[in-house]
């Protein structure tokens, strides 16, 4: 998709994924919206094999939730940022998880914001692997009522420049566990408290 237009698309399905994410480009100044919504399923999802491209300044916002113990966003595929394309993913779950991301993140030259929310659940799952370098932006937010607001087992890799930050916060539970590998820099604020 190129060429300065805005596309909207939405969908839902009450236990399986209200929309799908395939192979995908979202560049020269094209804005992307994804609202997808379920109970017990995915809102939206990307499977593994599936490759997300967003550059030439060109946006994509991706939104999910779930009512139930579903999953907001789920990212199983790989996704690249570059050349000032941002990439917004918000995910909220009432007792499941905000966002899971198990895929590859290469975000150069980019910004790429994720934001998980959960009553019940963890904001945020992050078991895959982001690269930020070449001046570009990455920052995460989990939150959570009574579950953990950012659940780290991935690897968040900064270099050429690029900024990472990860920011967890729960009104009863822990802000960040974390057992996941940092090289480079990474900004780290656990329930309000910087690391």
């Not at 609202?35 to 491209?53: K, M, P, R």
């Not at 994509?60 to 990212?75: E, P, S």
């Not at 579950?147 to 780290?152: A, I, K, L, R, Y």
Request: charged share 15%; glycine share 22%; aromatic share 2%.
């Amino acid at each position: 998709m190129d060429g300065n237009r805005i596309f909207e698309f939405s969908g839902n399905s009450s236990n399986e994924t209200g929309i799908e994410i395939g192979n995908l480009t979202v560049s020269r100044d094209v804005v992307l919206n994804l609202a997808g919504e379920t109970d017990t399923g995915i809102g939206v999802g990307q499977s593994a094999g599936n490759h997300l491209t967003v550059s030439d300044n060109g946006r994509f916002n991706v939104v999910g939730a779930a009512t139930g113990r579903g999953t907001g966003v789920k990212i199983g595929g790989s996704i690249s940022t570059s050349g000032g394309g941002r990439l917004n993913i918000r995910g909220v779950s009432g007792s499941g998880t905000g966002v899971v991301l198990q895929g590859a993140i290469t975000v150069s030259g980019g910004t790429l914001e994720i934001v998980g929310s959960s009553t019940g659940g963890t904001g945020v799952e992050l078991g895959g692997d982001i690269h930020t370098a070449s001046n570009g932006t990455t920052d995460i937010t989990g939150n959570s009522d009574t579950g953990t607001g950012v659940q780290f087992d991935g690897t968040i890799n900064t270099s050429d420049n690029g900024t990472a930050s990860l920011t967890g916060n729960s009104n009863s539970g822990a802000g960040i566990i974390n057992n996941g590998t940092v090289i480079g820099k990474l900004r780290i604020c656990d329930n309000g408290k910087p690391q």
